[in-house]
Antibody, heavy 125, light 107 residues
Framework: EVQLVESGGGLVQPGGSLRLSCAAS????????MSWVRQAPGKGLEWVAN????????YYVDSVKGRFTISRDNAKNSLYLQMNSLRAEDTAVYYC??????????????????WGKGTTVTVSS | SYELTQPPSVSVSPGQTARITCSGD??????AYWYQQKPGQAPVLVIY???ERPSGIPERFSGSSSGTTVTLTISGVQAEDEADYYC??????????FGGGTKLTVL
């Protein structure tokens, strides 16, 4: 069974740090781009970051650039999100997602076809 | 970057057809995708590449594209379809964009 399980969430003070992990199973982890997507309480989905299969390319939403770092360990089938200088507005459920991407005859495609259940991050004093 | 615009809410009676739109200037050049999210649950992909349906998604879910607007259509809406729906797109430069979401209410 294809599965993604996030961990590492919790309560942290503003300015603090947290490292999220995502354990993948049931598929060849090293063959896929991976993403982190978050959802603030009562709000919509927001893509946070993604990383290429070999880790050579990484992209971030502007609001987390310079504070968050996405990484992966293909030997451990794991995805990570290091979050530093946390702010109240980073409070959210953070989802790990497997991405399907490539080119077909029409266009480039990129979407999330498998999601974890999420881990909650609360930034508050 | 670019934006995707969805109506905040759509209401429909059981058995009727629900249509949820997503507009964006980049959509004529990029595929769109749709996710369903029920309260307290993770999102689920229901449409990919504008109109393709993943295995396990009921046939009543369909997608279409016309110019700068893509549409998720749910035919014969059932009570279990009540959820938030998000469109998403991406270009090859890396960033991914979600629409603001539409709450579908089944009356």
């Amino acid at each position: 069974e294809v599965q993604l399980v996030e961990s590492g969430g919790g309560l942290v003070q503003p300015g603090g740090s947290l490292r999220l992990s995502c354990a993948a199973s049931g598929f060849t982890f090293s063959s896929y781009w991976m993403s982190w997507v978050r959802q603030a309480p009562g709000k919509g989905l927001e893509w946070v970051a993604n990383i290429k299969q070999d880790g050579s390319e990484k992209y971030y939403v502007d609001s987390v650039k310079g504070r968050f770092t996405i990484s992966r360990d293909n030997a451990k089938n794991s995805l990570y999100l290091q979050m530093n200088s946390l702010r109240a507005e980073d409070t959210a459920v953070y989802y790990c997602a497997r991405d399907s991407s490539g080119y077909d005859l029409k266009s480039y495609y990129y979407y999330m076809d498998v999601w974890g259940k999420g881990t909650t991050v609360t930034v508050s004093s | 970057s670019y934006e995707l615009t969805q109506p905040p809410s759509v209401s429909v009676s059981p058995g009727q057809t629900a249509r949820i739109t997503c507009s964006g200037d980049a959509l004529p050049k990029q595929y769109a995708y749709w996710y369903q999210q029920k309260p307290g649950q993770a999102p689920v992909l229901v449409i990919y590449k504008d109109s393709e349906r993943p295995s396990g998604i009921p046939e009543r879910f369909s997608g279409s594209s016309s110019g700068t607007t893509v549409t998720l259509t749910i035919s014969g809406v059932q009570a279990e379809d009540e959820a938030d729906y998000y469109c998403q797109s991406a270009d090859s430069s890396g960033p991914v964009v979600f629409g603001g979401g539409t709450k579908l209410t089944v009356l």
